[in-house]
């Protein structure tokens, strides 16, 4: 029977390669998205391409009603969720300054209240499974901090104690709960990057390389299979050696 992955902000960047990834290795795979559409349909055709079967589910993670419902959806559909990857984040960056309170609390609600709300709605599923695999992405930036970044690194943080805590509370079901740290990976936020700021990041990181949403993906491929079955409320850095 073949397991199945569910993949939040899975339409572009790197929860899509993450949806790609599980999809190759015989996953059938979820592709939650909200905004687009369009590109969460080209991911799904991708991943049907590849012999497995794929849903798209618009939906935003800030609202827990809206996973729950999505949960629901996948049941009727697969019967089964193997693994749930919180991959939806957003930013809003700003000097403190300058941030306002609006602008703070939106990052908080999507990156980590998002994480909450889908760990909350499969938590029963999995429970009843007795079995299942929790991957949150989490940043360097929320391990080391960023000017400008205030609410993205509490959020990411945040992401990490949850990560911590909902191991411990898991473990005896046998569900394993981990983090990914991604560094700076080539997505469509990099891409915007001026010159000089690619270059000043270059040299903060020891690989001197941006990281692909590849090294990600197989990151969580790795923590989601049996070969990382005695890991849990760990947090792998992906990050080129900025964070040692």
Do not use: W
Not at 3 to 32: D, E, M, P
Not at 64 to 87: P, T
Not at 112 to 117: H, I, R, Y
Not at 141 to 168: D, R, W
């Amino acid at each position: 029977m073949n397991k199945v992955a569910v993949i939040t902000g899975a339409a572009r960047g790197i929860g899509k390669a993450i949806a790609l990834k599980f999809a190759s290795q015989g996953y059938h795979v979820v592709i939650n998205y909200r905004g687009s559409e369009e590109k969460a349909n080209a991911v799904k055709e991708q991943c049907i391409a590849l012999g497995v079967e794929a849903l798209t589910y618009q939906g935003d993670v800030s609202h827990y009603q809206e996973m729950e419902d999505m949960m629901k959806a996948v049941m009727e559909k697969f019967g089964r969720i193997d693994v749930l990857v919180n991959n939806s984040g957003i930013t809003k960056d700003q000097l403190l300054l300058k941030m306002d309170s609006e602008s703070f609390m939106d990052v908080i609600d999507v990156n980590l209240k998002g994480t909450f709300n889908t760990i909350k709605a499969v938590s029963r599923i999995m429970m009843k499974q007795k079995s299942g695999v929790i991957i949150n992405m989490s940043s360097v930036i929320g391990e080391i901090g960023n000017a400008g970044q205030a609410n993205y690194a509490a959020s990411k943080a945040g992401v990490l104690g949850l990560t911590k805590s909902i191991a411990k509370e898991f473990a005896p079901r046998h569900i394993r709960v981990n983090a990914i740290a991604p560094g700076f990976i080539a997505t469509d936020m990099t891409d915007v990057l001026n010159e000089q700021t690619k270059e000043n990041i270059l040299q903060a990181i020891p690989l001197k390389s941006l990281g692909e949403a590849e090294d990600v993906a197989n990151v969580a491929y790795f923590l989601a299979s049996d070969d990382a079955k005695y890991i849990t409320g760990q947090v792998i850095n992906v990050d080129g050696g900025m964070v040692m």
